[in-house]
């Protein structure tokens, strides 16, 4: 499979490249999703829309992004359920969730390597 950047993601979608978001890109990114356009469009608007829409409050990291939500066994699972997902098509990342002693609030921290921040933020619009 090839490696996609983040501008070539753009450019695949600029270019009409339904189908599969490798037909246009390169292999030289350290990044690559290994969902088809209409897979990942389907996760963004399910999955993805559903743990935005219970942000509370999010962090810029120096690597990556901390996400906290409140303290719910729903929540807890909906965040478990999204990694064993997103760690099957975008194994770049990592994924850390703790939840405070308190039970007011659930932490998922995104990291991976240089350039994740910026796939986050346009590509799973979190």
């Given at each position: 499979?090839?490696k996609?950047?983040?501008?070539g993601?753009?450019?695949?979608?600029?270019?009409?490249?339904a189908?599969?978001?490798e037909?246009?890109c390169?292999?030289?990114?350290?990044?690559?999703?290994?969902?088809?356009?209409?897979?990942?469009?389907?996760?963004?608007?399910?999955?993805?829309?559903?743990l935005?829409k219970?942000?509370?409050?999010?962090?810029?990291l120096?690597?990556?992004?901390?996400?906290?939500f409140k303290?719910s066994?729903?929540?807890?699972?909906?965040?478990t359920?999204?990694?064993?997902?997103e760690?099957?098509?975008?194994?770049?990342?990592?994924?850390?969730?703790?939840?405070s002693?308190?039970?007011?609030?659930v932490?998922l921290?995104?990291?991976?390597?240089?350039?994740?921040k910026?796939?986050?933020?346009?590509?799973?619009?979190?």
């Amino acid at each position: 499979m090839k490696k996609l950047t983040i501008l070539g993601l753009f450019l695949c979608s600029l270019q009409g490249m339904a189908q599969k978001k490798e037909a246009c890109c390169g292999e030289s990114s350290t990044m690559a999703c290994k969902l088809t356009s209409a897979e990942f469009r389907e996760r963004k608007e399910t999955v993805i829309a559903n743990l935005k829409k219970e942000i509370v409050e999010k962090k810029e990291l120096k690597n990556g992004i901390k996400y906290t939500f409140k303290d719910s066994d729903e929540t807890i699972s909906m965040l478990t359920d999204f990694i064993k997902t997103e760690r099957q098509c975008c194994d770049f990342f990592n994924f850390d969730i703790s939840v405070s002693a308190e039970k007011k609030y659930v932490y998922l921290a995104l990291t991976g390597p240089k350039g994740v921040k910026d796939f986050i933020k346009t590509e799973l619009s979190l």
